[in-house]
């Protein structure tokens, strides 16, 4: 059974910073396309972050040009930096993988960004 766990997130001023990291237990992520989601309070969950098993990293409007998505295959875990963070970064933050069916989900990591 694969198991996730995200850790990194916290309480911020907009323009600070995070890194997130998913590690992952029970399958690789090494080779696997790889995603961060958030869900933001009362919203579904949306991918904002992902990367193929090539390596190469696609993201979403909101969040282009201050999150990076990378992992570190030694680890098997998946990492999310956060630079400029904005009040609308503020949720939950999931990592799983992008094909169906995905992995159970972990507990998440809460990121609060004040204004």
């Known amino acids: 059974q694969v198991q996730l766990v995200e850790s990194g997130g916290g309480l911020v001023q907009a323009g600070g910073s995070l890194r997130l990291s998913c590690a992952a237990s029970?399958?690789?992520?090494?080779?696997?396309?790889m995603g961060w989601y958030r869900q933001a309070p009362g919203k579904q969950r949306d991918l904002v972050a992902q990367?193929?098993?090539?390596?190469?990293?696609n993201y979403a409007d909101s969040v282009k040009g201050r999150f990076t998505i990378s992992r570190d295959n030694a680890k098997n875990t998946v990492y999310l930096q956060m630079n400029n963070l904005k009040p609308e970064d503020t949720g939950v933050y999931y990592c799983n993988r992008l094909t169906n069916p995905l992995w159970s989900w972990g507990q998440g990591t809460q990121v609060t960004v004040s204004s």
């Open positions: 990367i193929s098993g090539g390596g190469i990293a």
């Open positions: 029970g399958a690789s992520v090494s080779i696997r396309p």
